[in-house]
């Protein structure tokens, strides 16, 4: 009997009671990379909403506004000479597609990142949807199909790579943002910069290859539409 009271403190200090007090009762607390990927998807959804409203009022605002700004890029998108090849088609895309990944990486070193990656995407949207109904008003229905057959698959997918690269951004963002409101305007916790540089080269890395092929895909479109 004393030798098995005498085992007792023993069997409380085993690696057996840490692990017990460290587990977690279903239903209390959810894991944190079950939290990041909930908080991704919802800023994902919202920032597309937010790319879909600016995309609806650009319309609204293209079909109501002069029809100069449509000309020009009516004008733009039947010119085959803009479209006759693929290295300056793929360097004007590319551009504009390194400049708006710049864009969102920088949002992640700052407070206010999310609302300017929000204002971002309404942004984008706007621009756009006014690009679309001004080649609407100006080049009627053909205008409008050849706009989408030369645009639509490089921007919808340099969009789809900016939205992926904007969650991470977001993340950080709203860790600075945490960390100065619970630290009194001192940054306490470290957001994970490291990981959004990553995602920032492999987004150009994405962003290329669908600038390449929608440059590829522009030309041979610009060949059989103008």
């Known amino acids: 009997m004393r030798a098995a009271k005498a085992a007792l403190p023993r069997i409380t200090q085993l690696p057996i009671r840490s692990w017990l007090s460290k587990r977690t009762v279903p239903g209390t607390a959810k894991p944190e990379s079950i939290q990041r990927s909930s908080a991704g998807w919802k800023a994902a959804l919202l920032f597309g909403i937010l790319f879909f409203i600016g995309y609806l009022s650009g319309i609204g605002k293209g079909r109501a506004g002069s029809s100069e700004f449509g000309a020009a890029l009516a004008s733009y998108y039947t010119d085959s000479a803009n479209f006759a090849a693929?290295?300056?088609?793929?360097?004007?895309?590319?551009?504009?597609?390194?400049?708006?990944?710049?864009?969102v990486f920088l949002c992640g070193f700052s407070a206010l990142g999310s609302l300017f990656l929000g204002t971002y995407f309404a942004a984008r949207g706007a621009v756009l949807g006014l690009c679309a109904a001004g080649v609407f008003v100006s080049g009627g229905t053909r205008g409008l199909v050849v706009?989408?057959?030369?645009?639509?698959?490089?921007?919808?997918?340099?969009?789809?790579?900016?939205?992926?690269?904007?969650?991470?951004?977001?993340?950080?963002?709203?860790?600075?943002?945490?960390?100065?409101?619970?630290?009194?305007?001192?940054?306490?916790?470290?957001?994970?910069?490291?990981?959004?540089?990553?995602?920032?080269?492999?987004?150009?890395?994405?962003?290329?290859?669908?600038?390449?092929?929608?440059?590829?895909?522009?030309?041979?479109?610009?060949?059989?539409?103008?």
């Open 86 to 103: 693929v290295s300056p088609l793929f360097m004007t895309l590319f551009g504009a597609a390194f400049l708006q990944a710049v864009l």
């Open 147 to 226: 706009h989408w057959m030369l645009t639509c698959l490089p921007d919808m997918g340099v969009f789809l790579v900016m939205l992926w690269l904007a969650v991470w951004a977001n993340q950080c963002a709203v860790l600075i943002f945490r960390s100065l409101i619970n630290a009194g305007g001192h940054v306490r916790s470290v957001p994970p910069l490291k990981a959004l540089l990553i995602r920032f080269a492999v987004a150009l890395l994405l962003a290329a290859a669908v600038c390449l092929f929608g440059a590829a895909s522009g030309v041979v479109f610009a060949g059989v539409l103008l």
